[in-house]
């Protein structure tokens, strides 16, 4: 992940919402549909709002859909661990291009904790 740490990138963190419908996903051993995630979440956001949600995570390449008739299933695209380990690569090499010295010697002070 390119960043010039003014976060003008599309960054691999994910939102809030994005996070729960990437663990039902994650959960879930078959695709769904918008629908089928949205009754699986805690709340009451919109069947338009998760629809958004689901498309944005395809296009950051976290998600991939398959049409079956006139409707998308929605499947990962990536482990959660795989894309835990990408998201941790990105900050950690962002960090250490801004402020080497200092995550340097944070981390070395956290170790020995």
Same mark, same amino acid.
């Given at each position: 992940? @390119?960043? @010039?740490? $003014?976060?003008?990138?599309?960054?691999?963190?994910?939102?809030?919402?994005? /996070?729960?419908?990437?663990? =039902?996903?994650?959960?879930?051993? /078959?695709?769904?549909?918008?629908?089928?995630? $949205?009754? &699986?979440?805690?709340? /009451?956001? #919109?069947? +338009? +709002?998760?629809?958004?949600?689901?498309? $944005?995570?395809? /296009?950051?390449? !976290?998600?991939? *859909?398959?049409?079956?008739?006139?409707?998308?299933?929605?499947?990962?695209?990536?482990? *959660?661990? @795989?894309? #835990? =380990?990408?998201?941790?690569?990105? %900050?950690?090499? &962002?960090?250490?291009?801004?402020? #080497?010295? !200092?995550?340097?010697? *944070? %981390?070395? &002070? !956290?170790?020995?904790?």
């Amino acid at each position: 992940m @390119d960043c @010039d740490s $003014r976060c003008n990138c599309k960054c691999q963190l994910l939102g809030h919402l994005e /996070d729960q419908i990437m663990d =039902v996903l994650w959960h879930s051993p /078959d695709p769904l549909k918008p629908a089928e995630v $949205r009754s &699986r979440l805690k709340g /009451d956001q #919109a069947y +338009t +709002t998760i629809m958004t949600i689901m498309k $944005r995570l395809c /296009d950051k390449s !976290l998600l991939k *859909r398959q049409i079956k008739g006139k409707v998308f299933y929605y499947y990962p695209a990536i482990s *959660r661990h @795989d894309h #835990a =380990v990408q998201t941790l690569d990105g %900050l950690l090499s &962002r960090l250490l291009k801004t402020y #080497a010295p !200092l995550v340097s010697s *944070r %981390l070395t &002070r !956290l170790t020995k904790n």
